[in-house]
């Protein structure tokens, strides 16, 4: 218990806390600042995280952030959908547009294999990127995992699963890091390790 502040302060810290990457330091920083700072910017900030919340889902073909059912990469024809790009989660998608290289469609994993974190095939969205195999007539998948144990893991799985369906499966080159994510990725390495992915 944070002491020297009111009961509703230190709710409001320990909330905090629980969004990713905030310790109970930084927490107590942005919790203070709020606080301090002018009642309508704190109105209006929370009223764009309700909207975002209400009006945001996720794509139900490949599991992107998105206003409809589909989101605006699925619905673009201009998109290449016989090459999926397999990432973990849908910020990664971002990352990927950024460089500039890539004009296939992709599909959100939504995590890794992680036995030690419970975290199973049967966890991730792999049942739902077979059956777009067959509908789409993919042709090639690029597994865009991050680079760690867990990443790798993942990588390996998909790769053993999907070769029987006679699909190209191919993974970023080496450009990037072991043990980085597609989040710290700058764009310019990140599109190298498209162009040079390498067949699995």
Do not use: W
């Amino acid at each position: 218990m944070l002491s020297g502040y009111p009961e509703k302060v230190q709710t409001l810290i320990t909330a905090l806390t629980k969004l990713p990457g905030l310790g109970r330091r930084s927490a107590e920083r942005i919790a203070l600042y709020l606080l301090k700072a002018k009642a309508q910017e704190v109105f209006e900030l929370s009223d764009l995280i309700r909207k975002a919340k209400e009006e945001t889902r996720f794509c139900q073909l490949c599991g992107n952030f998105s206003r409809d059912a589909h989101c605006s990469i699925c619905q673009d024809n201009q998109r290449d959908i016989t090459t999926v790009c397999v990432v973990q989660e849908p910020r990664d998608i971002s990352r990927v547009e950024r460089s500039g290289r890539f004009r296939g469609v992709y599909h959100v994993l939504f995590g890794v294999i992680s036995p030690l974190d419970g975290i199973g095939p049967t966890d991730l969205r792999i049942t739902e990127l077979q059956r777009r195999i067959k509908a789409q007539g993919i042709t090639e998948i690029i597994l865009a995992t991050p680079t760690n144990t867990e990443g790798e893991t993942t990588a390996s799985y998909l790769a053993e699963h999907f070769k029987p369906l006679g699909v190209r499966i191919s993974r970023l080159a080496r450009g990037l890091p072991y043990g980085s994510s597609l989040e710290f990725a700058d764009e310019e390495t990140l599109g190298s390790a498209i162009e040079h992915r390498q067949i699995v």
